[in-house]
Structure formats: C-alpha cells, structure tokens
T-cell receptor, first 113, second 111 residues
Framework: QQQVKQSPQSLIVQKGGISIINCAYE??????FPWYQQFPGKGPALLIA?????SEKKEGRFTISFNKSAKQFSLHIMDSQPGDSATYFC????????????FGKGTKLSVKP | DGGITQSPKYLFRKEGQNVTLSCEQN?????MYWYRQDPGQGLRLIYY???????QKGDIAEGYSVSREKKESFPLTVTSAQKNPTAFYLC??????????FGDGTRLSIL
C-alpha cells in the first residue's frame, strides 16, 4: 500500500530523443508527487512536482503526466541531452503524513551523444 | 546562500564504534529528515523531526539515533548496533506538501 513502483531501472536514450520514466502507486491518499534528479555524489534535487487535481504539468523540457484513475504518473524528458544523464526518483507524499515521502527505487538515465 | 550542509563528506567507522553525521540547514524549515541510500534501493527514511526536541522513527531506525536540540541542526548517530552501516546518508529539510531540499550526503564506510 505504501510502495511506489518505478520503471525502468535503467534507460539509454539517444541525444534529442524522449526519455520516459513511469511510476505507479496503490494508496489513493497520496496527494503530492515530486520527481527528483540526482547526479553521482550529490543529493537529489527537485525537478518538478504535481498534485492529483492536475493531469499534466510542464516545465521546460520536463513534463509530468498524471493518471489518477490508473494510479500512475510519468516523467517525460523531451529533447534529451547528455547533461540529463542522472538517476531520477519519483516520490509520493501521504496527505497528513507530516511531509514524509515514499520514494521509488530510481531510474538511471544515460543519454548518448 | 541558503541550503543544507552535511559533514563530513566521507566517514569511516571502526568495529564497535559510534559515529555522528552532521546536518545543518539555514532554510528556516521546521521539518528535517534522514535517509539512507543503497544502490538500487532508492531512499529509505531513518528518522524525521517536525519540531525541536521531537522526532519519530522512520522505516529503518534500528541502529541509529538522532537529536533535535536546535531548529537548524539534526545530527544522526550510527551506533555499533547497526551491523551494515555502509551507505550514502542524506539529510533533507522542508515543509509538508512542499519539496524537500537535500544536502550532498555523507558516504559512510567500514574500516
């Protein structure tokens, strides 16, 4: 119930291509869904976040698509660049949980030049 | 400028030794968190604190202890009871419903 399942575990994309990472959850009480980007040896940094009353949110080349009925959300990186090569984590926050996040296990993205 | 500072960046622990990881924030956030990151495992919550002098166990608290004597500081002690302490430890701060901000981590290894 508390898990967030993330796929794929790793992803290789050509420069200029679209990277897609998917996450699924079971608990409908989750009400905040952030995505984090992490480079080696660094802490995760917030990339983009969405709430379940919105089906899509776009910031630059990064878009979250949210399907409330399917309990799934995904990150799309358009025009992927080698500098986007990093590990990406989806997360979910339980409403009333005092801000505690449940993280997916991460996707390692490699963008080939 | 504002942020979260974790120190040291690398730490080595001897058998039977307790070690303490430092986390300081100047973002004026009420909540602070400690996570453990292992390869392929994502981030797992060790302890969290919503206010000074109060903290709660997360999913993997055994073998760890914390204190929250000041709003800005949330140190984590890895005790000798933690039999597999080798990991990347991340500290974060934030408000509920808003993004958590992370430090750059401490990598703990066994000597």
């Amino acid at each position: 119930q508390q898990q967030v399942k993330q796929s794929p575990q790793s992803l290789i994309v050509q420069k200029g291509g679209i990277s897609i990472i998917n996450c699924a959850y079971e608990n409908t009480a989750f009400d905040y869904f952030p995505w984090y980007q992490q480079f080696p040896g660094k802490g995760p940094a917030l990339l983009i976040a969405i709430r379940p009353d919105v089906s899509e949110k776009k910031e630059g080349r990064f878009t979250i698509s949210f399907n409330k009925s399917a309990k799934q959300f995904s990150l799309h990186i358009m025009d992927s660049q080698p500098g986007d090569s990093a590990t990406y984590f989806c997360a979910a926050e339980l409403g009333g949980s005092q801000g505690n996040l449940i993280f997916g296990k991460g996707t390692k993205l490699s963008v080939k030049p | 400028d504002g942020g979260i500072t974790q120190s040291p960046k690398y730490l080595f622990r001897k058998e039977g030794q307790n070690v303490t990881l430092s986390c300081e924030q100047n973002l004026n956030h009420d909540a602070m968190y400690w996570y453990r990151q292992d390869p392929g495992q994502g981030l797992r919550l060790i302890y969290y604190s919503q206010i000074v002098n109060d903290f709660q166990k997360g999913d993997i608290a055994e073998g760890y202890s914390v204190s929250r004597e000041k709003k800005e500081s949330f140190p984590l002690t890895v005790t000798s009871a933690q039999k597999n302490p080798t990991a990347f430890y991340l500290c974060a701060s934030g408000y509920p419903g808003s993004p958590q901000h992370f430090g750059d981590g401490t990598r703990l290894s066994i000597l």
